[in-house]
């Protein structure tokens, strides 16, 4: 919204949401979350035509487009618990829009929502209309965490979707107008309101999918003596691969590819093809046997037992350049190495400590061998091992040699994102592991 507001100076933005402490947020100086670039352009437009507020029934009554932009969790309870998208508040949302509408609105679904959600959205509408016309389209976001800004300004492409009907294209149009102001027009897609969800599912299963792919080559590299990094260098020269998303890891984290995934296979088996539905969750699979391959590594490298041994852990995140830790491949680290009674010491750069807690031992729950440090040498000091498990720029920075003289000998590092000089920490003592080499 904040990027609309910026490019488009003539639409006047309002972000409503119930939850006051995070209007607050956004009013304030403080961002509620982190990504590179976003305060500058929120300072720039807000005021002007960005505008944040609690009051959702006047926002929805002034607005000719509503966007769509609630949490769609997994569901944790009842049918498809652990697969569905919970979809409660994008129904109670439709309904708000339906009981304060007072004249014929677009509304954008712009929450990654299994297929057909619009269909819903449609029918409650329509069930509550009181005479007014409403249109529902689907335009969901491709953006990335961390480089949002970049993303946003010049997408590869804005997909969205609409009813081909003469009020679903008259919909269509509106919006491809919005972004018309700052994107090339042939960059814009339309479709219809299935292929549009459907895209989004697929492109997230697609990328997950390369992810998961170069890392189950990762183990057969480190059993091997391939090197992972050449392998994926050596095939993404193909121009029908591509070099893009090849990078093995500890495992893929974040809302997005896990959830999406799930939401597709239980799609398919609700249709009734199980076997697609395999197909996608071994994607799934192979990341989550990742992030423990990670951690088994480090406690077989250690001589088979890691009680009582502090393990620095650098990097909470799930990327860099982010203080989200959703689906983070550090929780499952981190919780493998406590259950094998290590000390783990936790540094990230923004992740704050009371975050890395909940995530790892849940709410309100002790856990006296998890501690966070502030910095990466606080972490690494007394420490028999090192695991990065996020690519954060200031880790290939660090003074290893000063690390490795304060830790515990032989100094083991793990770097789960392959992103320091091995062969260099190799010479300066460690005993250096990476992913797939
Ligand atoms: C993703 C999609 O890229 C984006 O289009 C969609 O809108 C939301 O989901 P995001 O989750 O923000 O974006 O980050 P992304 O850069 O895709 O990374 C996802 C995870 O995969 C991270 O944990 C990242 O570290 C990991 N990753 C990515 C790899 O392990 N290897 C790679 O080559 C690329």
Same mark, same amino acid.
């Given at each position: ?276 539905? @395999?197909?996608?969750?071994? /994607? *799934?699979?192979?990341? &989550?046997?990742? +992030?423990?391959?990670?951690?088994? =590594? !480090? ?83 007394? @420490?028999?091992?090192?695991? /990065? *498990?996020?690519?954060? &720029?200031?880790? +290939?920075?660090?003074?290893?040699? =000063? !690390? ?34």
């Amino acid at each position: 919204m904040a990027m609309i507001a910026l490019k488009a100076p003539g639409i006047q933005v309002t972000v409503v949401d119930l939850n006051a402490a995070r209007i607050a947020a956004w009013n304030s100086g403080d961002l509620p979350i982190y990504e590179p670039g976003l305060d500058e352009v929120v300072r720039q437009v807000r005021g002007r035509n960005l505008h944040f507020s609690t009051a959702v029934a006047e926002g929805i009554r002034d607005a000719d487009i509503i966007f769509v932009s609630v949490n769609t969790p997994t569901k944790t309870y009842g049918v498809g618990a652990g697969r569905a998208a919970d979809l409660r508040y994008i129904e109670s949302v439709a309904r708000s829009i339906a009981e304060h509408a007072n004249g014929p609105k677009i509304i954008v679904e712009k929450s990654t929502i299994p297929v057909k959600t619009a269909e819903t959205i449609k029918d409650i509408l329509a069930a509550n209309s009181r005479g007014h016309t409403f249109q529902v389209l689907s335009n969901p976001e491709f953006l990335a965490e961390g480089t949002a800004i970049a993303d946003l300004t010049a997408p590869d492409r804005v997909l969205i979707g609409g009813e081909r009907t003469p009020g679903g294209e008259a919909a269509i149009q509106t919006l491809v107008d919005v972004y018309a102001n700052w994107v090339p027009r042939e960059r814009i897609i339309t479709t219809n309101l299935w292929s549009s969800e459907m895209a989004k599912l697929v492109a997230n299963a697609f990328l997950a999918q390369r992810i998961s792919s170069i890392n189950s080559i990762s183990a057969l590299c480190e059993a091997t003596g391939a090197d992972v990094d050449e392998v994926a260098h050596a095939i993404g020269r193909d121009s029908r691969i591509g070099p893009k998303f090849l990078k093995a890891s500890v495992g893929f984290g974040g809302s997005c590819f896990q959830k999406d995934i799930l939401n597709l296979a239980y799609l398919c088996e609700h249709f009734g093809l199980p076997e697609v539905a @395999a197909y996608w969750e071994s /994607v *799934v699979r192979m990341n &989550d046997w990742q +992030k423990h391959r990670f951690s088994r =590594r !480090i406690v077989s490298s250690l001589y088979n037992t890691v009680a009582e041994k502090r393990i620095a852990v650098l990097g909470f995140a799930f990327k860099k350049d982010t203080n989200d830790t959703r689906e983070s491949p550090a929780i499952a680290v981190c919780r493998d190495l406590l259950a094998e009674q290590a000390r783990v010491v936790v540094y990230d750069p923004k992740v704050p400590a009371h975050e890395i807690h909940e995530e790892v031992v849940g709410k309100g729950k002790q856990e006296p061998r998890l501690t966070v440090a502030s910095s990466a040498y606080e972490a690494a000091a007394g @420490a028999h091992a090192i695991a /990065v *498990v996020t690519e954060w &720029d200031e880790f +290939k920075t660090l003074d290893f040699a =000063r !690390i490795q003289a304060e830790m515990k000998h032989p100094a083991f590092l793990f770097d789960g994102r392959n992103i320091l000089d091995l062969p260099r920490l190799r010479t300066l003592g460690f005993r250096a592991h990476g992913i797939g080499k």
